[in-house]
């Protein structure tokens, strides 16, 4: 059996998810190859319904024949695997006009899988909105990966979906030699500065110090900034967060203003949309500026070279083991369903 991954070439969590499962599924002993060709997934939209999205006739045209003779050849070695996963971002993966997912599938005749953090139908909130816009939903794949189970809401995996996990072993992420305290303030998020500028206002009131991410930044640079980092504040919701569990592998805290953010790492039973959460104690909450305080103060005070990266480390992989070394289990599942 061979598997084709399809995925954008750009330092995005697609690319970190697609490298993850790759290795997963290698271990299953089954051949797996990745293709950075995101663009050939958005040039198999039809022409019409490209045109009618971009408004440019002769642009679409050019892009076309610039790339036919590459895209023929791509098509012709795609049909040589047994399935193809697209492995990006939802809701982007379901849009008509984004992905020609349908002109693909009479093309190749092969199973078409999606692989996301999540599963679609774990965020009732984007299938409210893809109907509503009359996009597909899940039906638009033969099956879905996922990285976890938990989302706005969760459920149990099964047909249509697997529960993957995220493999993070041989990423480099290990505890790096943390020196120094220094907190990460992560990319400004539109909407969400107003806690940026918070979280900056209690550091520099604290006279502790931290780096602010800005500007684009290669995966290298980033996870090296997370391997010395002592703590690093959440910028915005996550529907999973890939710099969550890079940074937990590393040793690194999680501090976010309220336990609803991390939405895949709540461990209640049932957890509802945007709802608090219970989390473990590598996550701080901290609710306000007042409480920000007191808790990067106590952090600062505990905080130890040695001690601290280990224990929350530690904490990470037993209570979230599948978000370190994936999940065999879901994987076999899937191809399993192809055999």
Known sequence: MKIAIIVRPDDASPKVLAISLQKLIKKCNVECDVFYEHGFLMRRVPLFGEFKQK???????????????????????????????????????????????????????????????????????????????????????????????????????????????????????????????????????????????????????????????????????????????SLIFLSFPETFGVPIAECLACGTAIFTPSSSWPMSWRLDENPKPSSIGVLPNCFIEYENAEKLEICLLEFYRNWNMEITPRQIQEVFLETYPHFFYGSLEGVNEFLKELA
């Not at 399935?83 to 379901?94: E, K, L, M, Q, R």
């Not at 139908?121 to 816009?133: A, G, I, Y």
């Not at 099964?158 to 072993?169: F, Q, Y």
């Open 55 to 229: 408004g440019n006739l002769h642009f679409t045209l050019k892009r076309y024949l610039k790339h036919y003779t590459h895209d023929k050849k791509l098509i012709s070695i795609l049909k040589g695997y047994d399935a193809v996963i697209i492995s990006d971002c939802a809701p982007n993966g379901f849009w008509k006009d984004h992905f020609g997912i349908e002109k693909l599938k009479k093309i190749l005749r092969k199973p078409i899988a999606f692989h996301e953090v999540y599963y679609l139908d774990n965020v009732p909130s984007h299938v409210k909105k893809l109907r509503e816009q009359g996009h597909p939903t899940i039906e638009r794949y033969d099956w879905h990966l996922a990285v976890t189970d938990v989302t706005e809401v969760k459920s149990a995996p099964k047909p249509p979906w697997s529960l993957v996990g995220l493999n993070l072993e041989n990423e480099g992420l290990e505890i790096g030699h943390k020196k120094e305290f220094f907190a990460i303030v992560d990319f400004e998020r539109r909407g969400f500065e107003g806690f940026r500028n918070e979280q900056i206002r209690v550091l520099d009131k604290l006279e502790l110090p931290y780096v602010a991410f800005e500007n684009r930044m290669s995966m290298a640079e980033i996870r090296d900034y997370y391997k010395r980092a």
